[in-house]
């Protein structure tokens, strides 16, 4: 906490005032040591999201009938970055997806062809 006082020219006090001092806002990591009531003000506000892959990681895109071996460059909330090209989720969708696994992806290409 913080007092900051004005002082005009002939010496006297003209303002006092008392000002609390705030922490800026920066992205900090959901973990175990979070209270359940810090969870649930985070969950209740909206800004929690449960990304399905990491920057970095190998997965497997469909793409013409064909499962391509990528690697996730960037990651957002309707979005995905694939070897440096962004698609949003829908677009995945209807090419055929994602997957972490290349059995996942030969998988899903299978149920496409039936």
């Not at 000002?19 to 009531?37: G, R």
């Not at 071996?69 to 090419?95: A, C, F, H, P, R």
């Amino acid at each position: 906490m913080a007092f900051v006082n004005a002082i005009s020219f002939d010496g006297t006090l003209l303002i006092r005032q008392f000002f609390q001092e705030v922490d800026m806002t920066k992205t900090e990591a959901v973990d175990k040591n979070l209270s359940p009531e810090g969870l649930k003000d985070v969950v209740s506000r909206g800004h929690v999201y449960n990304m399905p892959f990491e920057v970095n990681q190998y997965v497997y895109m469909i793409t013409g009938g064909r499962a391509l071996k990528v690697v996730v460059t960037d990651i957002g909330v309707g979005s995905i970055q694939l070897n440096g090209q962004w698609y949003t989720w829908e677009e995945m969708e209807n090419k055929g997806g994602v997957y972490e696994a290349e059995f996942d992806a030969l998988t899903a290409i299978a149920q496409m062809m039936n």
